[in-house]
C-alpha cells in the first residue's frame, strides 16, 4: 500500500468547498481524466454507502471505477473507497478553515492487487502525481465559481 498526503489553500469558505466537493458533477471536472460519473445507489449524493460508476481516460484506454462513500462529516471531511481496475483506492479531503479561505488536505492509499503489485515501486509516483492534478483542479474550479460570484453581485 503506498500512501499520499498534500494539501493546498482555495479562496473559499469550508461550506462552500463542502458543499462543492458533496456534488456528484463537481467530481467530473476536477478528477484528472474522468469521463464519466454515475450514481448506482439509491437516495442523494453524498450519503454514506453512497456507491458510484466512472470511468478514466488514459492514453485512450477507458477504466471502469467503482465508488463507494465510506466517510462523511458536513464541512470537514468527504472520503471514498473503490477499485480502478487492479488497484483498491481510498481517497478523501479533510477542509479546514483558514484566514480568507479553507485548506483541503488530500489524502489517498493505493494498494495494487495481482499482476498490478508489479507496478508497486511506481506507486508514490503515480500517487504524487494524481494528488497534484486532483489538489490543482479542485483550486481550478473553486476559483472559476469565487470569479462567477463576484460577476454576479
Known sequence: MTRIESSIFVPKSVEDTFSFLNTRES????????????QT???????FGTTLVGRLNYF????????EIIEIEPHHRFGMQGQMGPVQFKDGYVLSAEQKGSRIKFCLELTPMG?????????????????FETLRNLKRELSKEEIASRRSQ
Do not use: D, N
Open 60 to 67: 485512450g484506454f477507458r477504466i471502469p471505477v467503482q465508488y
Open 27 to 38: 467530481h467530473l471536472k476536477f478528477i484528472p481524466r474522468m469521463t464519466m460519473l454515475e
Open 41 to 47: 445507489s439509491r437516495g442523494m449524493f453524498g450519503q
Open 115 to 131: 499482476w498490478a503489485k508489479l507496478f508497486s515501486p511506481f506507486m508514490g509516483l503515480i500517487g504524487k502525481i494524481h494528488a
